[in-house]
């Protein structure tokens, strides 16, 4: 759960995704917080339709995938996995576990190359990228800064997210914003 099931950032890439469901949609979720803060009745339908398609495909990941009307490569996601692989690989190398160091290695250095696409210099973040459209989801989150976290991010990359958070913190009073508030 990142917390960024209504961001701006899935809105292009969700509207190709049919909102029409077999499933009956019962809102709890507006009950206890503000329905502006939550997404939308067709955003839901949207989600549920997906659901019901992975279900469909029995929840094969290949299948899932093949069918997918949403396919979205997200920083925030792959960041996160990218420092538990690494974690994975300091326990691997202290506890002698040399084919699985190896095969986590793999894993790193393939999640490395990906995450080092979606760095966008015009945003001074890392963007997600829309896997349907082939291109970056122009939308800066904080999820952009998780990198960081993942110890993606080259020296320069670090100096202009740095710029980047000093140019939020501009903008608004409580930093750091999900989206970037300009």
Same mark, same amino acid.
């Given at each position: %759960? =990142?917390? /960024? #099931?209504?961001?701006?950032?899935? +809105? ?7 909102? &029409?469901?077999?499933? %009956? !949609?019962?809102?709890? +979720? ?17 989600? !549920? ?6 279900? +469909? ?6 299948? /899932? ?8 490569? #997200? @920083? ?10 690494? #974690?994975?690989?300091? /326990?691997?190398?202290? *506890? ?9 290695? &793999? ?14 210099? &015009?945003?001074? @973040? ?5 896997? !349907?459209?082939?291109?970056? !989801? ?10 960081? *976290? ?13 710029? =980047? ?13 999900? =989206?970037?508030? #300009?």
């Amino acid at each position: %759960e =990142t917390g /960024m #099931d209504n961001s701006p950032a899935w +809105d292009a890439a969700l509207a190709r995704v049919p909102a &029409a469901t077999r499933t %009956e !949609i019962r809102r709890r +979720d507006t009950a206890h917080v503000d329905a502006g803060m939550r997404p939308r009745g067709a955003e839901y339908q949207r989600y !549920i339709h997906l659901v019901e398609l992975y279900r +469909d495909c029995g929840w094969q990941p290949a299948a /899932m995938l093949a069918r997918a009307p949403f396919r979205v490569a #997200d @920083v925030g996601t792959n960041a996160i996995l990218l420092r538990a692989e690494r #974690d994975l690989a300091a /326990m691997a190398a202290r *506890f002698g576990q040399a084919a699985e160091a190896m095969e986590i290695a &793999a894993r790193i250095a393939r999640l490395e190359r990906g995450l080092a696409r979606l760095w966008s210099e &015009a945003h001074g @973040v890392f963007l997600s990228r829309d896997l !349907i459209a082939e291109a970056p !989801i122009a939308v800066a989150t904080s999820a952009g800064l998780l990198p960081l *976290f993942g110890q993606a991010a080259t020296p320069a990359q670090v100096a202009a997210m740095a710029a =980047t958070l000093c140019r939020w913190g501009g903008i608004v009073a409580h930093p750091v914003p999900s =989206t970037a508030p #300009d």
